[in-house]
């Protein structure tokens, strides 16, 4: 299946929003990996402009006078970051969705970015390690800078699929300007499993559960909702979404999991096939609650060619 295939799906997937509806969720793409680069990468620059000596008298003078001065841009600098998405605005420029280690998911605009001389047009590719910088405090910012850091190999075939499907994941489950740096070195880490033919079925699970961490979602699976006592291994569990495991009843219609599964997911120990397997419908359940039952493109094209 081919890059534009799969780009053509993801946007599909989320972009509803008009490039004007700067202030709308924008579907994503997905960007590559970036390993040691990230620890590299230059600190986060943050500089706010002054404003001027006759912007303030004159602020002075009267409580109507305007305060544009006040809300120039903040500039940032050598920020870790993929490309998750991008797309076309007006004619010369792109819309891109980024998920930066320090400022979470932004969004930016790229102008002249398609114009073919242009420096950024090369490299606000999919699966390439960045460092961005931006200037811009609304929602919609303005990219002044990209550079390609490097660090990571390339993901192929069944991997590359995989990183798709993180990054529609990401743009669905995070919401803009919330940072998860840890989220983000996780995402590295995976890519980097992903490029080196780890199995997906276990690297996939491992960055779900994590995402469902960090966004405030994941129940503790090692303690029973209704005693608080501990989940046995012999047990059969129900997940409640919004609270957690509770042994099954005859009337549940959630997938029942072995209490073993919950406790190898929560060691994030999947070498036993049953918590593989266990795990996959577990995590398609819970996933499928947390955003309000919106399709995953990506994940449907996983099941129907990989069975992941």
């Known amino acids: 299946m081919s890059n534009i295939t799969l780009e053509a799906d993801n946007t599909a997937a989320g972009a509803s929003a008009a490039p004007a509806a700067a202030q709308r969720e924008q579907v994503a793409e ?8 990230a620890a590299a990468a230059p600190a986060t620059a943050v500089a706010t402009e002054a404003t001027t000596a006759p912007a303030v008298a004159a602020a002075r003078k009267s409580s109507r006078a305007p305060t544009r ?7 940032v600098a050598g920020q870790p970051a993929f490309v998750l998405h991008s797309y076309p605005y007006k004619e010369t420029s792109l819309i891109i969705d980024l998920f930066t280690r320090d400022y979470g998911r932004v969004a930016l605009i790229a102008k002249g970015a398609k ?3 242009s420096q950024l047009r090369g490299v606000l590719q999919t699966f390439q390690p960045l460092s961005s910088s931006w200037v811009g405090k609304s929602e919609l910012r303005t990219l002044t800078d990209a550079e390609w850091v490097g660090g990571m190999l390339p993901l192929e075939k069944t991997a590359l699929l995989c990183g ?3 990054n529609e994941l990401l743009v669905k489950l995070l919401a803009r300007d919330d940072a998860h740096p840890a989220l983000f070195d996780h995402y590295v880490a995976t890519l980097n499993q992903l490029a080196h033919n780890e ?11 994590a995402l469902l961490k960090e966004t405030g979602v994941a129940a503790d699976l090692t303690r029973c909702t209704d005693t608080r006592s501990t989940v046995q291994a012999d047990v059969v569990y129900v997940v409640d ?3 957690g495991p509770r042994p099954q009843r005859a009337a549940d219609i959630w997938p029942g999991v072995a209490g073993k599964t919950l406790l190898d997911m929560e060691r994030e ?8 397997s266990q795990s996959k419908q577990l995590m398609r359940f819970l996933l499928a609650h947390h955003l309000g039952g919106a399709p995953l493109n990506t994940r449907q094209i ?5 069975q992941l």
């Open 241 to 243: 979404p919004e609270r």
């Open 302 to 306: 996983l099941i129907d060619l990989l």
């Open 269 to 276: 120990d999947y070498q036993d096939g049953a918590t593989q």
């Open 164 to 166: 798709f499907y993180l």
């Open 199 to 209: 199995p997906p079925t276990i690297v996939l699970r491992k960055f779900e559960r």
């Open 115 to 117: 114009r073919p001389h």
């Open 30 to 37: 997905s960007p590559a990996a970036y390993a040691a680069a």
């Open 69 to 75: 001065e006040r809300t120039v841009g903040t500039k």
